[in-house]
């Protein structure tokens, strides 16, 4: 059976290429600027294989031009051209790449930088024009021509007079709709931003005539009004050589700085500047920055995480997201590679092993650095942690845990004894002899979880503790469960294994004594308490809340303030100080005035649920009871 070719309708194919690949209008620039520096560079690469033609580097330029009232834009550029054949296929025949043919021809060229490789870019010409005008004369030709489409019905080709080697590309812009403001293309502070933003790597100059304005000579002093002129200059709106490609010897910190808050919008320095660049499976340059405050947007779902990414000196993405981990999210910069498999809008990327790859080794690197920041400069780390702290104990909690490894040690809380934040690792190394446990605290301040009633028995035996303050961190620490073996331990849950052997018997003798009394007021309590006891842990307060089981009153808090969380309850317990004057009081109660011991332990719950910084259910009933025994 004969072999049948598939047939394109081609108008239809070049109304897709035209309308539906692209989502912004105004990345035409990019694409035609990135054809002028490919012609560029053929032709000086081409020379290079001719040997001395004449023809040095800085001859090459890109010229943009704008007429108001022609309606036109024009580039330039005195790079290879085209033949009449040339244009006829390479501009006639969609997903024809003249630039991709060159590349592959040449293979063996090292720092070849083509960037046309679809043989589509082109057409995006027509999103924002309804006539498009190319001039070409091929390098070393005697004629030129001149190729003219006004879109889906096909261009023409015409002898032209052009006098000079290269290309010239006439867009007349399409008349503005409610919708559209093409004219905003003749706008000389947009091209000059858009040239920036996409193309301000092309190797070559890009060159605009700029109209400004100036004090008129003789004005402005002397009593004299101030009068204005404005005058025309030719300006190079690109900075062509990448700052991540300059050896680190020729970049100091502070032009590094400066690139930092021109392209991220910040005001202050960061506090880490990390440059990476690696060749083999992936070759890939990266100039990253950690910020040193977060953006007032960052803790919230507006913030967007991404990095900047180049293809050979064009930026292809604004943020590209797939290239960071969530608990690094704040990481700012760029990343350069020419390996990546673009889409062929340029708008994404495939996603494909190659960004896997990149995105793994930026994580190990932001890793690793932060780390480095942490052991060499305390001050400025515990300055960048108190920005994105948050972020690293969300990270570690995250995807169940996915990342708590990598993250464990990059983590701080505040400790009781030092008096400021401090590592797990610092902890454990300060751990005590017989210390089973790393105990951590829970409030809303630091302040608050040192006056626990529950921190007494911790800081009598000179144990260590961590304060922790955020909503995230008792679960960060519950999924991590353990750091070099040591198991974390609530200070208010049940066990806290402070007790030795006779304090324990001594504690079970009066448990077993006050037997009545404690079932009495847990009686009392009924639905309010799982148990009623004589605590081991309290030194100078009548009583505390201690929790069994995994979910701690803070955890209580937290998730229950979830919207769409199905209420918890912890298990509380009161526990009482039987070495306290109260504890007597409540003894001589039990068991002749049983009504006015109910009160009592009514109080002394909600006193403890205040302590803890839980709010009490019944506030007036709490007063009322106040003011009966007073
Ligand atoms: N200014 C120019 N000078 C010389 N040749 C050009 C110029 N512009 C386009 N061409 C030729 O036309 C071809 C098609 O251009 P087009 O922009 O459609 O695709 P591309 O640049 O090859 O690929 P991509 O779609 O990836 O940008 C190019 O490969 C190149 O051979």
Not at 20 to 41: G, P, Q, V
Not at 603 to 617: C, M, P, S, V
Request: charged residues 35%; glycine residues 6%; contains cysteine.
């Amino acid at each position: 059976m004969a072999l049948k070719q598939f047939k394109a309708e081609s108008k239809r194919l070049l109304d897709l290429m035209i309308n539906s690949i692209y989502t912004h209008k105004e990345i035409f620039l990019r694409e035609l600027i990135s054809n002028a520096s490919d012609a560029i560079d053929k032709l000086y690469y081409q020379t290079l294989e001719m040997g001395d033609t004449g023809l040095d580097r800085s001859d090459f330029a890109i010229e943009v031009a704008v007429d108001r009232e022609a309606r036109t834009l024009t580039i330039t550029d005195n790079g290879i051209g085209m033949s009449k054949e040339e244009l006829d296929n390479n501009l006639g025949v969609i997903a024809k790449s003249g630039s991709l043919q060159f590349k592959n021809e040449k293979e063996q060229k090292e720092d070849i930088d083509i960037i046309g490789q679809f043989g589509v870019g082109f057409y995006s010409a027509f999103m924002v024009a309804d006539d498009v005008k190319v001039e070409s004369r091929a390098y070393g030709s005697e004629e030129s021509w001149c190729w003219e489409s006004k879109g889906l019905d096909g261009y023409q080709i015409s002898p032209s007079g052009k006098e000079s080697r290269g290309t010239v590309i006439t867009l007349h812009l399409k008349e503005d709709t409610e919708d559209e403001q093409y004219g905003e293309f003749l706008e000389q502070y947009r091209i000059t931003s858009l040239v920036k933003k996409y193309s301000d790597y092309i190797r070559y100059p890009i060159r605009m005539e700029l109209q400004k304005s100036r004090l008129k000579e003789g004005t402005g002093k002397d009593g004299k009004d101030p009068e204005y002129e404005s005058y025309f200059e030719v300006e190079t709106l690109n900075s062509m050589t990448p700052i991540w490609k300059k050896s680190r010897s020729e970049v100091s910190d502070e032009e590094l700085n400066a690139f930092y808050k021109e392209k991220f919008y910040d005001w202050q320095d960061p506090v880490k500047v990390i440059r990476t660049s690696t060749e083999g499976a992936a070759t890939y340059s990266a100039l990253l920055f950690i910020p040193k405050t977060a953006p007032m947007d960052y803790y919230t779902r507006e913030y967007e995480k991404g990095l900047q990414l180049y293809a050979s000196g064009v930026m292809i993405m604004e943020k590209c997201a797939d290239l960071l981990p969530d608990c690094f999210s704040f990481v700012k910069g760029l990343v350069d590679s020419q390996d990546l498999s673009l889409n062929i809008s340029r708008e994404m990327l495939q996603h494909d092993r190659q960004l896997k790859l990149i995105a793994g080794r930026l994580e190990k690197k932001i890793a690793s650095e932060l780390s480095v920041l942490l052991q060499n400069d305390r001050e400025k780390y515990e300055e960048f942690f108190k920005s994105f702290g948050l972020q690293l104990k969300y990270g570690m909690y995250d995807n169940y845990g996915a990342k708590k490894e990598e993250l464990k040690d990059l983590v701080l809380f505040y400790s009781s004894t030092e008096k400021k934040p401090v590592t797990l690792k610092e902890y454990v190394s300060r751990m005590k002899e017989d210390q089973k446990f790393i105990y951590y605290g829970c409030g809303e301040t630091t302040e608050r979880i040192l006056q626990l009633p529950q921190a007494d028995a911790i800081a009598e035996k000179g144990y260590e503790m961590l304060c922790l303050t955020d909503n995230v961190d008792e679960f960060a620490l519950k999924i991590l469960e353990k750091y070099e073996d040591k198991e974390f331990r609530n200070i208010s849950s049940d066990d806290l294994q402070l007790q030795s052997e006779e304090e324990k018997k001594a504690s079970e003798q009066l448990e077993e004594d006050n037997k009545e009394l404690l079932t009495c007021m847990k009686e009392s309590l009924e639905g309010k308490v799982k148990d009623v006891k004589i605590s081991g842990r309290l030194k100078k307060h009548p009583v505390c809340i201690s929790t069994d089981g995994m979910i701690s009153t803070e955890m209580e808090k937290v998730l229950n303030a979830m919207p769409a969380q199905e209420k918890v309850k912890a298990q509380r317990v009161l526990e009482l100080n039987a070495e306290h004057p109260v504890f007597e009081k409540l003894r001589s109660l039990y068991p002749h005035d049983k009504d006015r011991l109910k009160t009592y332990a009514e109080l002394l719950y909600d006193q403890a649920l205040l302590i803890e910084g839980i709010a009490i259910e019944d506030p007036v009933a709490f007063s009322q009871k106040l003011c009966e025994i007073m």
